[in-house]
T-cell receptor
Framework: GAGVSQSPSNKVTEKGKDVELRCDPI?????LYWYRQRLGQGLEFLIY????????KSGLPSDRFSAERTGESVSTLTIQRTQQEDSAVYLC??????????????FGPGTRLTVL | RKEVEQDPGPFNVPEGATVAFNCTYS??????FFWYRQDCRKEPKLLMS???SGNEDGRFTAQLNRASQYISLLIRDSKLSDSATYLCVVNEGGNQFYFGTGTSLTVIP
């Protein structure tokens, strides 16, 4: 079946511009995560959605970052007034149920963001 | 202190060799543990979960040592296709999963 998809695959933008990244989770997966991976670094948790519950935004690095998800479908991560330090691969993952500590996370291919 | 720490390597081993990676975690209350594999410029993929009693999947063996707060991954009879970065992942029972920076493995012909 279809896996997690993300778009765009690559995004080059100028400092100060806003960008929007999209994630389509696996159908039926209630949990959705966003991560950031800087070059040569580990994955950094950004935000978690679980069904219709309030999202866990504790990993968002600044108020320039926001994310939305409608129900159990598509999610968008928005970065306003991008900075060069935002350059990274943004990965989305989904998992089947709410018992997050045991479920397998399936990752999308990521969006490679470059801020000039 | 980082939640999860790994030796970044690189580990360069010949085909057929056995190689082991360790990963330490800081929170003694951590509940779930995983090894993920990440190929160059690709997304991470689950390799195996790590259970308290240790578990094996073919050439791969994972173990958990709660007393010393580390998990290990052993790869036997290394194949060229095993070349990748191996990520240690820990969950403390909440929504966040903590990823290590990964250990790079290159299997040499």
């Amino acid at each position: 079946g279809a896996g997690v998809s993300q778009s765009p695959s690559n995004k080059v933008t100028e400092k100060g511009k806003d960008v929007e990244l999209r994630c389509d989770p696996i159908s039926g997966h209630t949990a959705l995560y966003w991560y950031r991976q800087r070059l040569g670094q580990g994955l950094e948790f950004l935000i978690y959605f679980q069904g219709n519950s309030a999202p866990d935004k504790s990993g968002l690095p600044s108020d320039r970052f926001s994310a939305e998800r409608t129900g159990e479908s598509v999610s968008t991560l928005t970065i306003q007034r991008t900075q060069q330090e935002d350059s990274a691969v943004y990965l989305c993952a989904s998992s089947l149920t709410s018992s997050g500590h045991t479920d397998t996370q399936y990752f999308g291919p990521g969006t490679r963001l470059t801020v000039l | 202190r980082k939640e999860v720490e790994q030796d970044p390597g690189p580990f360069n081993v010949p085909e057929g060799a056995t190689v082991a990676f360790n990963c330490t975690y800081s929170n003694s209350a951590s509940q779930s543990f995983f090894w993920y594999r990440q190929d160059c410029r690709k997304e991470p993929k689950l390799l195996m979960s790590v259970y308290s009693s240790g578990n094996e999947d073919g050439r791969f063996t994972a173990q958990l040592n709660r007393a010393s707060q580390y998990i290990s991954l052993l790869i036997r009879d290394s194949k060229l296709s095993d070349s990748a970065t191996y990520l240690c992942v820990v969950n403390e029972g909440g929504n966040q999963f903590y990823f290590g920076t990964g250990t790079s493995l290159t299997v040499i012909p």
